[in-house]
């Protein structure tokens, strides 16, 4: 699936990006879509940490030629493991060589491994390279592992992982201007992920999608139901930006997560909130202050 496009995703995929180029072949990455987890658990699927167009745009941003997206219905999930490379070198004749993670499973079942590729392999004329998974603090780097951090509000954490920082993508819309009245304008940014990260204030960065030259603004966010205002139905992110802000209504923005500061409570009124804003920006201000320059 290569969901969230992590370390170790992107080691698997750059060591077949380098065997391509030094063969003067082509190299190209073949995802799922839908999770299997929708066909054999549709009433629990997995909750992703990207959409597909996301994921592709990632892949294809680690210098692959193509990202081929294969239907994950009940055929395809009837094929044998034995018949996956079959059906690969079919689809794909002039198939030399396929890169695997070296716990990757197929096949009905999931009874195909590196060994069944392997075997296959040789007898196909297919070279197959499992590679070794990528650990952190003892552990492997894994799309369940990352999930569980962003969902816990490891945020941090979860960057570290991804090799990237967690990042949401919206076009700024019109508010109801309730921030500006309490001294702390915000953007609404509309974003609503497969999988929800843990509701709280955040500090993050912005910037506008198509900057080329990367002017970030530093800034501190809420995600979440607003339970002193509205108490909304479905988390909404509002990013506060500290200092002059040039970003307005219909800008399409990049909102980079970077550290976790404190989940949403429910304050006793406006006055109390206020206060926390302002200590949530005072905590943001000096998260950047201490970054290196």
């Known amino acids: 699936m290569f969901d969230g496009v992590h370390l170790g ?14 063969a003067g072949g082509v ?8 999770h299997p987890s929708r066909l054999f658990r549709p009433g629990e699927p997995v909750k992703q940490l990207q959409s597909p167009e996301i994921r592709a745009r990632q892949l294809l941003g680690l210098g692959v030629a193509a990202v081929i997206t294969q239907p994950f219905d009940r055929a395809f999930a009837a094929l044998e493991a034995e018949a996956f490379l079959p059906f690969l070198k079919e689809t794909l004749p002039s198939l030399a060589a396929i ?5 990757w499973r197929f096949g009905r079942g999931r009874r195909g491994d590196v ?5 296959e392999g040789r007898r196909m004329g297919i070279a197959v390279f499992g590679a070794p998974r990528v650990n952190r603090n003892g552990e492997p780097i894994s799309s ?3 999930r569980s951090l962003v969902e816990t509000g490891g945020i941090a954490q979860a960057n ?32 609503n992920p497969e999988l929800v990260p843990r509701l709280g204030v955040y500090v993050v960065r912005i910037k506008r999608m198509d900057d080329d030259a990367g002017r970030w603004l530093p800034a ?14 479905q988390p909404r992110l509002e990013v506060h930006v500290l200092g002059s802000c040039d970003l307005v209504e219909a800008d399409p923005v990049r909102v980079e997560w970077l550290s976790f500061l404190r989940p949403e409570r429910k304050f006793a009124g406006l006055d109390a909130l206020v206060a926390q804003i302002g200590v949530d920006r005072a905590r943001a201000e000096a998260y950047f202050s201490e970054q290196p320059a």
């Open 9 to 22: 995703h992107q080691a698997v995929i750059g060591a077949a990006v380098r065997s391509a180029e030094g």
């Open 27 to 34: 190299s190209a990455v073949l995802t799922f879509w839908p």
């Open 99 to 103: 890169y695997v993670g070296e716990n």
């Open 115 to 119: 060994a069944v590729l392997v075997s």
């Open 144 to 146: 369940t592992r990352i």
């Open 160 to 191: 570290s992982l991804l090799g990237y920082i967690y990042f949401a993508e919206g076009t700024v819309a019109p508010g109801k201007r309730l921030g500006r009245t309490l001294g702390f304008p915000t953007l609404n940014v509309p974003w």
């Open 220 to 233: 501190v966010a809420n995600y979440g139901l607003r339970p002193t205002i509205e108490n909304d139905t």
